[in-house]
């Protein structure tokens, strides 16, 4: 169980962060995408770090109950399942950035996010 809370505390910070970045203007899903498409070691060592990233946390938590720490354990495939897809197929980024719109949405959406995740990680011990 501490370990789901510090996974969740840090999930939560960056997701706030991330979330205030986008709502500021500071982040722009659609360039950094372009960014990793138009750099092969961009997007190889983005990939790869998705990869180890996934790997470790579900090697340490990959537990499939029926609570909140399922989250925690999606978000780490999410982390393995991206970081492939993005080494064999990084113009993917080019299709989801057709998709995304510069709108405060997202970044409301990962604020969202990241308190729940750290009213899980921080407060429910």
Known sequence: MALSNLIA???AIVYIVS???????KIDFKSIGDEIVGSPTLSFFS???????GTVLIHY???WT????VVVTLVSWAFLVGGIIIILWP??????????RQSP???IGMIGLGIVFGYF????Y
Do not use: C, E, P, S
């Open 9 to 11: 505390q840090v999930l």
């Open 19 to 25: 979330g205030l970045g986008v709502l500021f203007g």
């Open 47 to 53: 990939g790869a770090f998705g990869i180890v990233i």
């Open 61 to 63: 938590h990959n537990i």
């Open 66 to 69: 029926m609570d909140w720490i």
């Open 91 to 100: 113009r993917v980024f080019t299709l989801v950035g057709k998709l995304y």
């Open 105 to 107: 949405l997202w970044g």
């Open 121 to 124: 990680g921080f407060y429910r």
